[in-house]
C-alpha cells in the first residue's frame, strides 16, 4: 500500500451491535437510566433501534429467541465505553437507578471504571484515564 493510500484511510468509531428480546424497552431504559437519545426505530414492531449520547452509538437488533445468550467470559464486558466526568456519571447512573456492578474503581492499568448491568443483562464498562502526576 503506498504512504498516500494509508494517509487517507482513517477509522472513526465502532458501533456496538446488541441483539435483545425487545428493542423498544431496551432503547427506553438506555434513554431513560443511561441517559442516550432514541435516533429511531425501524420497521413495525420495531426489529432495530439505534440510541445515542454525546459521540457514542449503540444498535440493537430484535432476537429471534430468548434469552439471548452473550458467551461472555467470566469479569468480561459486553462493551466498554472512553467516557469524560466517570464521578459525575456514576452520581447520575445511581440516581436514575441503573444497577451498578462496580466503581468507580482506579485499575492498574491506568483507567478508573464503572461498571453496569443493564435491562438485558449486558454488562458495559466506562473508563476514564486517570490523571497523571
Known amino acids: 500500500m503506498s504512504s498516500d493510500t494509508a494517509g487517507s484511510i482513517r477509522f472513526e468509531a465502532a458501533v456496538p451491535q446488541f441483539t435483545v428480546p425487545d428493542v423498544v424497552r431496551t432503547a427506553e431504559y438506555y ?4 441517559g442516550f437519545r432514541i435516533s429511531g ?17 449503540l444498535f440493537f437488533n430484535r432476537a429471534d ?16 465505553l472512553h ?3 466517570i464521578d459525575a456519571l456514576a452520581a447520575e447512573l ?10 468507580p474503581v482506579t ?14 443483562g449486558l454488562v458495559l464498562a466506562f473508563g476514564e484515564e486517570t490523571r497523571q502526576p
Open 94 to 103: 445511581r440516581s436514575r437507578g441503573a444497577e451498578i456492578l462496580e466503581g
Open 107 to 120: 485499575r492498574e492499568y491506568g483507567q478508573i471504571e464503572l461498571v453496569i448491568r443493564d435491562c438485558n
Open 41 to 57: 426505530y425501524w420497521k413495525t414492531p420495531p426489529v432495530f433501534a439505534i440510541v445515542v449520547r454525546d459521540r457514542v452509538e
Open 65 to 80: 429467541r430468548s434469552p439471548v445468550p452473550t458467551d461472555r467470559a467470566e469479569g468480561a464486558y459486553d462493551a466498554y
Open 31 to 34: 434513554r431513560d437510566v443511561l
Open 83 to 85: 467516557v469524560a466526568g
